[in-house]
């Protein structure tokens, strides 16, 4: 929902700079966004990985939605968490196709990856189905969004130069340093809490949102230790959102 309110926000802004023949301001814009962007999806993405089963448990084990249920549903969901940067991305770059009055290739690349899904889904059935399950689905509808952004990125930077590929590879190092601390506390919390043994709807919920703010407050604090430029940007996006 955050790429979707972004890349509404940043459509205007680019079709400006398109029409007014600022591209580069443009492609600064784009790669600002997606470096924002992937320093709140990329911890959500571990968050979601890691601490799948509790989500689950948390909202969803009741009544009829018995522990098996619950198994199955956090399998999947490790594998939709794995691209969930990658939905976002392709919420950013999409836009940038429109600001330049180009809507043929992304249904174009749309209509690839919707190719490569149904080749990943069926080789998947067949030869990983025992091992995947039921998130064979999910594990093809992540690589083929990061297939989507990745063809996405490379035409358009064959088009129009340089998207500030090094920049944002920066970025991505430090947020991994950044995701591997909040990694190592949700793993630690996780052990000591006992979650499994806690019957308690209300104490299970306690102790995932304290897991939850405890590995966030990690991944912010290695963030100001490692002066990465998209915490001040995020934080101040925040407040203007609130005002």
Same mark, same amino acid.
């Given at each position: 929902s955050y790429a979707i309110a972004m890349s509404t926000a940043l459509l205007p802004t680019m079709s400006r700079q398109a029409a007014d023949g600022r591209v580069g301001e443009m492609k600064h814009t784009f790669a600002f966004s997606l470096r924002i962007v992937s320093f709140i999806t990329i911890p !959500? &993405?571990?968050? @979601? +990985? @890691?601490? =799948? =089963?509790p989500i689950v448990q948390v909202l969803f084990q009741h009544g009829k939605f018995v522990a098996e249920s619950t198994a199955l549903t956090a399998h999947a969901l490790l594998f939709y968490s794995v691209g969930l940067p990658a939905y976002a991305a392709i919420k @950013? +770059?999409?836009?940038? /196709? /429109?600001?330049?009055?180009?809507t043929a290739t992304p249904a174009r690349v749309g209509a690839y990856a919707l190719g490569v899904n149904i080749a990943l889904n069926t080789c998947f059935l067949f030869f990983l189905f025992r091992y995947l399950s039921n998130a064979t689905p999910a594990l093809a509808s992540s690589l083929t969004a990061y297939f989507n952004f990745a063809l996405l990125f490379v035409i358009f930077r064959k088009r129009y130069g340089l998207l500030g590929g090094r !920049? +944002?590879? &920066?970025?991505?190092?430090?947020m991994a340093a950044c995701a591997v601390a909040m990694a190592a506390v949700c793993l630690t919390a996780m052990h000591f809490a006992n979650f499994d043994m806690t019957q308690s709807l209300i104490a299970r919920a306690g102790l995932l949102a304290g897991t939850i703010v405890a590995a966030t407050s990690a991944y912010f604090g290695v963030a100001w230790a490692l002066r990465c430029d998209e915490l001040p940007e995020f934080l101040l996006l925040l407040r203007r959102g609130g005002s």
């Open positions: !959500a &993405a571990v968050g @979601l +990985i @890691l601490l =799948r =089963r @950013l +770059i999409t836009p940038m /196709y /429109y600001s330049t009055q180009d !920049a +944002i590879s &920066a970025s991505m190092v430090k």
